[in-house]
């Protein structure tokens, strides 16, 4: 079982940055791929981030965020961490941290384990 817990979201203006992190339980958190989704009102919740697990830290963005954010790793902290710049009004949503073993799974959410989410709202 894998536990996850968000924080670091809030309210920023556009062109601010935030820094979410994503705290996991259990002692193999390395092997897991670690993902973000985000989910906006009325929208269906869409991928925004990953890194693989098993040491290599291959990342994968969502196009609308590409060169914005950047999602990175502390195994030793157990923690994910999503560094969101430039941010933008429709970045708006509540952001989900999301592991599975494999890292399709991260991506497509399906995923095994979810956290419960942090709200980002981003002003004009």
């Known amino acids: 079982q894998v536990q996850l817990v968000e924080s670091g979201g809030g309210l920023v203006q556009a062109g601010g940055s935030l820094r979410l992190s994503c705290a996991a339980s259990?002692?193999?958190?390395?092997?897991?791929?670690m993902g973000w989704f985000r989910q906006a009102p009325g929208k269906e919740r869409e991928f925004v981030a990953a890194i693989s697990g098993g040491g290599g830290g291959i990342t994968n963005y969502a196009d609308s965020v590409k060169g914005r954010f950047t999602i990175s790793r502390d195994n030793a902290k157990n923690t994910v961490n999503l560094q969101m710049n430039s941010l933008k009004v429709e970045d708006t949503a509540v952001y989900y941290c999301n592991a599975d073993q494999l890292l399709v799974k991260v991506r497509t959410a399906t995923a095994a384990y979810w956290g419960q989410g942090t709200q980002v709202t981003v002003s004009s």
């Open positions: 259990g002692r193999t958190f390395s092997r897991y791929a």
